[in-house]
């Protein structure tokens, strides 16, 4: 038989195993730093310091974007509403394929030097979140892109090729088809760029989770949206112009970015811990 003595008094009880119900506190969130209009300028000059600062490895990866556009419209030459959607999309997705120059950029900022080999397995230390934020976004790519063909399946009586999609977006006469394909692309492009456009440079900074870095991405865009929304505008207008000359002006324009983005993520979250 137990010694009633020995129990502990019901008050102690009642602290230690807390009210009936009580379930652990959710853990702190990620804090984060308010943004003014000028960052994303600030971001674009530290973005080209970095480039100059490492050259060779920036047009290495400005290279590969060319190169993956040009091969984007040579498999899709035939299936001009993949192209158009699945360039939206691999562009949105730039923060995931620049991961080589987030490391870069880290390197600088410590004062250390980049490294070609270190930039090519930047994702070897976090391979399973980076995976699963990898999965995420192919998901909302493959789900934009049949939204796409969805949209010229219905407006066209047959797939109109590359010149002739291109023309339609332009035509008045499309408009109930413009309206669409705006849309729907409008609403993925924001969930992808909301979810991923601080995602990737920290999950590298810190001991974070993929749902964790989402989620803080996401809570960045909806708290400050203005300033997120000029980034965004900034990273498209420079990425449409760099298009323009068949791809060529990702040579550029890509790794300044891929830097800048290190360097948004820097601002608006800070150091790990």
């Known amino acids: 038989m137990s010694n009633p003595a020995e129990a502990p008094p019901p008050e102690s009880r009642a602290a230690s195993e807390g009210p009936p119900g009580d379930t652990p506190a959710p853990p702190p969130s990620v804090p984060l730093r308010p943004l003014t209009f000028r ?3 600030r971001w674009l000059a530290l973005g080209t310091r970095d480039f100059a600062r490492a050259p060779a490895i920036g047009v290495f990866y400005g290279a590969c974007f060319v190169v993956m556009g040009w091969v984007l ?5 035939n299936a001009p ?13 730039g923060p995931f394929l620049c991961m080589g120059l987030y490391r870069v ?9 980049p490294d070609f080999g270190d930039s090519l397995l930047a994702w070897d230390t976090r391979t399973g979140q980076l995976a699963i934020f990898g999965f995420v976004l192919l998901v ?3 789900l934009w892109g049949r939204a796409a063909l969805v949209v010229f399946a219905v407006s066209f009586d047959r797939m109109p090729d590359l010149r002739g999609s291109l023309l339609a977006l332009l035509d008045p006469e499309n408009i109930n088809f413009i309206v669409a394909y705006v849309a729907i ?27 964790t870095a989402g989620l803080t991405s996401m809570r960045l865009v909806l ?9 965004g505008i900034v990273i498209t207008t420079l990425v449409v112009l760099a298009l323009l000359p068949w791809f ?10 891929g830097h800048a983005s290190w360097h948004a993520y820097r601002a608006a979250v800070g150091r790990g811990e």
Do not use: C, H
């Open 39 to 41: 960052d994303p300028l």
């Open 73 to 77: 419209l040579k498999v899709y030459e």
């Open 81 to 93: 509403a993949y192209v158009l959607a699945l360039s939206a999309g691999f562009l949105l997705m």
């Open 105 to 113: 950029s880290q390197r600088l900022e410590r004062d250390e030097k």
């Open 140 to 142: 909302l790519e493959m």
């Open 185 to 211: 692309g409008g609403i993925f492009a924001g969930l992808i760029y909301a979810v991923s456009v601080i995602s990737i440079p920290m999950i590298l900074d810190r001991q974070t989770d993929a749902i």
């Open 223 to 231: 708290t400050q949206p203005a300033v997120m929304i000029w980034w």
């Open 248 to 257: 060529v002006g990702l040579l550029a324009v890509g790794p300044v970015l």
